[in-house]
């Protein structure tokens, strides 16, 4: 679900990598307790391979619709968001816990934005036919009844 359709398919999926990568690389980075960690990997990985299975311009194995990969979008935003506090590391963690709040938020903004209807256009086949004209027709001979 689009607000606006503002952004394109394309540049939504340079996003999503963008967004898996760095989860993966600062919650390893940045460090902390093994719950705030592991979830900016999982969440990261979760991303990136849902990104490699959509049918958008920068799928690998494109067998998800860019539509069902918006829900994953959504997901994605509110495990973030949500994360810290349920698997309670928001005060020892604070460094990935904003990490997270503002990639979530983040990932909103840009899913709401996001024109979904994207679709490969597929090569366009052409067919041709013959139309017959009256010059094309043999001549008969009326008969005469």
């Known amino acids: 679900m689009s607000v606006a359709r503002l952004l394109p398919a394309w540049l939504h999926a340079i996003a999503d990598y963008a967004v898996g990568g760095s989860l993966?690389?600062?919650a390893l980075i940045i460090g902390g307790s093994s719950a705030a960690v592991a979830t900016g990997v999982v969440?990261?990985?979760t991303v990136l391979a849902v990104s490699m299975l959509t049918k958008y311009p920068l799928g690998v194995v494109k067998v998800l619709p860019f539509t069902v990969h918006s829900?994953?979008?959504y997901l994605a935003a509110a495990l973030l968001l949500g994360?810290?506090?349920a698997l309670n590391f928001n005060h020892s963690d604070t460094g990935l816990t904003a990490l997270y709040i503002v990639a979530g938020i983040?990932?909103?903004a840009v899913s709401l934005i996001?024109?979904?209807q994207y679709s490969e256009a597929?090569?366009?086949v052409v067919i041709p036919v013959q139309v017959a004209t009256r010059a094309d027709r043999p001549l008969r001979a009326k008969?005469?009844?």
Do not use: E, H
């Open 114 to 116: 996001t024109n979904y």
């Open 106 to 108: 983040a990932v909103t």
């Open 71 to 73: 829900a994953g979008d």
């Open 83 to 85: 994360a810290p506090f």
């Open 24 to 26: 993966i690389a600062l």
């Open 43 to 45: 969440v990261g990985l």
């Open 122 to 124: 597929a090569p366009a």
């Open 143 to 145: 008969r005469a009844s």
